[in-house]
């Protein structure tokens, strides 16, 4: 996750030895096992997990763009499950980055760290370079507003394939206004789009995360595989697609770089 707070530390799970949680300002961002990089901690990161191992046969290596980084979960959970993948990871905080160098097992070959802002690292993106694209970007409890817009999406879709996927954690409270908004954001760029979540956050009883799948291209996703995936969770999970997010959709406008800049409101997402 990029983070963007004072003094990042990385503390050892007492429930588990193994377990180290990335703190920034107190608060959980990352989790990772450093016996295990397939044990996943949080769900949502699970749910992105679940995508990527559907997005291709088991073990292909998949050219990945991780737009926040935090203590790389995903990037060691692919790297394990698909060795050889080629993974850049941008994170915007050096302080984290350093942190995590110097906290957890090294790196594969295969994975590059990159310091930088994510709709910078998006415009510097070889064009139709990447099979997947997963964006977990926050600066404290917030989404930056210019990586939420339908010119921040119309980025990631030039970077991926014909057959690539983006993934995109949202953090939401009920009525999940952000996440609606964010949905028609991808519907206006993607052919294809379905989120993923806890069912008591789609039915509006809890604040936390929840996971949108775009695709370029109409039936790419695998929505049916995600659906059961997501019921057998630990934290059972639903999904929407098709009708069912259009009637969640319903109302909501697409985010735009001219619409944030014409207003002195703080970014959308949850305070």
Do not use: K, W
Not at 171 to 198: E, G, M, N, S, Y
């Amino acid at each position: 996750m990029d983070v963007d707070a004072h003094r990042p530390e990385m503390v050892v799970d007492p429930a588990r030895p193994t377990g180290r949680t990335l703190l920034a300002a107190g608060v959980e961002q990352s989790y990772v096992d450093v016996a295990d990089p397939r044990h996943l901690h949080f769900e949502y990161v699970r749910r992105m997990a679940a995508v990527a191992d559907l997005a291709a046969p088991p073990g292909r290596p998949l050219d990945a763009l991780h737009l926040g980084g935090g203590a790389l979960t995903l990037p060691r959970y692919l790297a394990a499950t698909r060795p050889g993948s080629a993974q850049l990871v941008v994170e915007r905080d050096a302080a984290v980055v350093d942190l995590v160098a110097r906290e957890l097992p090294a790196l594969p070959d295969d994975v590059r760290v990159r310091v930088a802002d994510a709709r910078d690292a998006l415009t510097d993106a070889p064009r139709g370079g990447y099979d997947l694209v997963l964006a977990d970007i926050y600066r404290a409890a917030r989404m930056p507003g210019h990586v939420t817009t339908v010119e921040f999406a119309a980025g990631v879709a030039r970077a991926l394939r014909p057959d690539g996927l983006y993934l995109v954690n949202v953090t939401d409270l009920p009525p999940l206004v952000f996440t609606r908004v964010q949905a028609a954001t991808l519907r206006a760029v993607f052919a294809d789009v379905c989120l993923v979540a806890d069912r008591r956050m789609l039915r509006g009883r809890r604040y936390g995360n929840l996971v949108l799948v775009a695709a370029p291209r109409a039936g790419r996703l695998p929505v049916a595989r995600l659906a059961a995936r997501a019921a057998r969770d630990p934290v059972p999970g639903g999904v929407l697609h098709a009708a069912a997010l259009d009637a969640f959709v319903a109302g909501a406008r697409p985010a735009t770089d001219a619409a944030l800049a014409a207003t002195d409101e703080p970014p959308p997402g949850p305070a």
